[in-house]
């Protein structure tokens, strides 16, 4: 089946950021989303559901529990269930990125 974004269920989340399921079951996630520069994400944890970030365009800078790390177009970044995390855009453009959830995190987040 092909997916479309654009006809995928869209929803707004944070400051004027953008999220398109473009999958969604109870196993799996994956979720296309948009971050305008200077956006931010509060810092949560999922009980049971580990994340993978890949950067379409822009660059993500995420924070993993005391660590800081600058994910670039083309990169991914793991953040296994249970882990303090944070995304924001610090670039110049704005930030598109794939988020891939297992099982997935619509029920399991923790704001931290």
């Given at each position: 089946?092909?997916?479309?974004?654009?006809?995928?269920e869209h929803y707004k989340w944070g400051n004027n950021c953008?999220?398109?399921?473009?999958?969604?079951?109870?196993?799996?996630?994956?979720?296309?989303?948009?971050?305008?520069?200077?956006?931010?994400?509060?810092?949560?944890?999922?009980?049971?559901?580990?994340?993978?970030?890949?950067?379409?365009?822009?660059?993500?800078?995420?924070?993993?529990?005391?660590?800081?790390?600058?994910?670039?177009?083309?990169?991914?970044?793991?953040?296994?269930?249970?882990?303090?995390?944070?995304?924001?855009?610090?670039?110049?453009?704005?930030?598109?990125?794939?988020?891939?959830?297992?099982?997935?995190?619509?029920?399991?987040?923790?704001?931290?």
């Open positions: 089946m092909v997916i479309k974004p654009d006809h995928s953008d999220g398109w399921h473009l999958l969604n079951t109870d196993s799996l996630s994956v979720i296309k989303e948009r971050v305008p520069k200077g956006g931010v994400e509060e810092m949560h944890c999922h009980r049971k559901a580990q994340q993978l970030f890949y950067v379409l365009q822009g660059v993500a800078t995420i924070q993993l529990g005391k660590e800081t790390y600058r994910v670039p177009r083309g990169e991914a970044m793991h953040v296994p269930p249970e882990t303090p995390h944070r995304l924001e855009n610090t670039g110049e453009e704005e930030l598109i990125f794939l988020v891939i959830s297992q099982p997935h995190s619509h029920t399991d987040k923790i704001t931290l």
